[in-house]
């Protein structure tokens, strides 16, 4: 248990629909990440947020939309998803003082599949 | 920019066995080192990380690494391995200084049999 939380932690959709991932850390960190995990590749980093506000966007496709309301809380609305998108969403968290040294706190990740 | 190579996908060894996996790194400039560990439905949890100083660093369950800057490898090894070990080993670079840009390898499945 890392104290980050995601929610839901299995979702299934439909290309046309629109749903949001969770993400909540009472961490006190200051930093929020999303990243996708597809098999066999290795993790890649989508969105980066520091004190809520986005610092990182790695050329991900507009279906994905972050939101960081508070330091808290991060969350990835999705819309119009392609089944290649299918994959384990990881969030992470990280502290003021180990953001530099790359420290980061994982949450369980929610597994999506785009039927 | 940096790039992780883990050279073995998949590592099946025995329990009570020793066992390493390998990690190759590509920078051109100084960087931090990490191995994080996921088991099988949750996220990744730290296991060890070169920061600087001593190049032989150990971390939780046994498992210890090995920084060498010559050949570029930060190989993560434990003497003696348990059925609970099993599960996927990711080394992960940063560049010093650099915050955030975790750059991942594609893991290594440890697998121990009974």
């Known amino acids: 248990e890392t104290g980050v939380t995601q929610t839901p932690r299995h979702l299934v959709m439909g290309m046309t629909n629109k749903k949001s991932l969770k993400c909540e850390q009472h961490?006190?960190?200051?930093?929020m990440y999303w990243y996708k995990q597809s098999a066999k590749k290795p993790l890649e980093l989508m969105f980066v947020?520091?004190?809520?506000?986005?610092?990182e966007n790695n050329s991900v496709p507009s279906r994905f939309s972050p939101e960081c309301p508070n330091s808290s809380h991060l969350f990835l609305h999705l819309h119009t998803l392609q089944p290649e998108d299918s994959a384990l969403y990881l969030c992470?968290?990280?502290?003021?003082?180990?953001?530099?040294?790359?420290?980061?706190?994982f949450g369980p990740g929610t597994r999506l599949t785009v039927l | 920019a940096q790039s992780v190579t883990q050279l073995d996908s998949q590592v099946p060894v025995f329990e009570e066995a020793p066992v390493e996996l390998r990690c190759n790194y590509s920078?051109?400039?100084?960087?931090?080192l990490f191995w994080y560990v996921q088991y099988p439905n949750q996220g990744l949890q730290l296991l060890l990380k070169?920061?600087?100083?001593?190049?032989l660093v150990k971390g939780i369950n046994g498992f210890e690494a090995e920084f060498n800057k010559s050949q570029t490898s930060f190989h993560l090894r434990k003497p003696s391995v348990h059925i609970s070990d099993t599960a996927e080993y990711f080394c992960?670079?940063?560049?010093?200084?650099?915050?955030?840009?975790?750059?991942f390898g594609s893991g290594t499945q440890l697998t121990v049999l009974p």
């Open positions: 992470a968290s990280s502290h003021p003082t180990t953001a530099v040294t790359g420290e980061q706190f």
């Open positions: 961490l006190g960190h200051n930093a």
């Open positions: 947020y520091s004190l809520e506000e986005r610092v």
């Open positions: 920078s051109s400039v100084s960087v931090y």
């Open positions: 070169y920061l600087s100083g001593s190049t």
């Open positions: 992960a670079v940063i560049v010093s200084g650099s915050a955030r840009q975790l750059t």
